[in-house]
């Protein structure tokens, strides 16, 4: 006989397996440092391609005043103000990602708790059935 709380179990444990499951099965195999350093690096590797553009573009844009001004163009300042501003962008990318990617592994761990839980109450279930038998 089929048993509608077993169902009702393992429907809901193939919800979540087929939904936000995938990606929190799957972010649950790291640690909460390695995942959001690995985060972080990703970041950090798409804002440094993103700047440099930025800056070849900028530089594009100010060709002509380059080429007209020749070796008294103030290139040092221009290089110290994109420093800076390299610096500071990486930095306050670091604290943003690093906040947001803590919160979403801590909400992943108590979905994942929750999962485990109803893992443990279904196998529990399977275990009384076999003992009946």
Known sequence: MIDPKKVRLMTKLAVYEEGPGKKDLRINGY?????VNIKQLESVIAIT?????????????IYTDIMSRGLSFPYQKYI??????????????????????????????????????????????????????
């Open 31 to 35: 640690s909460k440092r390695t995942y």
């Open 49 to 61: 391609a993103a700047y440099i553009l930025a800056m070849v573009l900028y530089c594009f844009g």
């Open 80 to 133: 110290v103000h994109a420093v800076i501003l390299y610096v500071i962008i990486v930095v306050l990318d670091i604290v943003c990602i690093r906040r947001y990617y803590t919160r979403v592994y801590d909400k992943m761990r108590v979905d994942i708790k929750q999962y485990e839980h109803n893992l443990y109450r279904l196998g529990r279930y399977i275990q009384k059935e076999k003992d009946r038998e």
